[in-house]
């Protein structure tokens, strides 16, 4: 079994010392799923949801992109790192929900699964905030890092 990388020999929390590690190109992908419900999602067009606060789905791209961009202003331990890309996509599963895909890459000594999956978190939230008006009953649910690539290891969701 792997150990807990965030505590030192003292069972102290810590940031990870990555100075020796390699920087190599890392990408990672997070998915959330937002169940908002037939009464909102039929109001989809032309790919979005128009409402008073403004267009849901960009709206919620803008918030992931910031929230990706601070990760490590929210999770204590993460590094800061420069993404070189953090791309969105939010798309209807069905009737009920919305998929929300989050990639982000950098060339680092660490990884950005952290990174998309705060941004596919911030972006789910915000959909949830402003739609929130014509349901109570919106659920978030799924939220997953689906690949990674780079650094020592790889990962594929099954």
């Known amino acids: 079994m792997n150990e807990f990388t965030h505590v030192d020999s003292n069972n102290q929390p ?51 992109t910031m929230a990706a961009k601070r990760t490590h202003e929210t999770i204590p331990f993460c590094h800061p790192l420069p993404l070189e890309k953090c791309k969105f996509s939010i798309t209807p599963l069905n009737t009920t929900q919305v998929q929300i895909h989050c990639t982000c890459s950098t060339s680092a000594r660490t990884g950005v699964e952290m990174e998309a999956l705060n941004g596919a978190s911030a972006a789910a939230l915000t959909i949830y905030d402003m739609c929130k008006a014509v349901s109570k009953a919106i659920t978030i649910n799924n939220t997953r890092l689906l690949t990674k690539s780079g650094g020592k290891s790889d990962f594929q969701a099954t």
Do not use: H, N
């Open 14 to 64: 810590g940031m990870v010392d990555v100075s020796d590690k390699t920087i190599t190109k890392r990408e990672a992908t997070a998915e959330s799923i937002v169940t908002l419900g037939t009464e909102i999602l039929q109001q989809l067009t032309d790919g979005d949801i128009q409402s008073k606060k403004g267009p849901i789905f960009q709206t919620a791209i803008i918030a992931g």
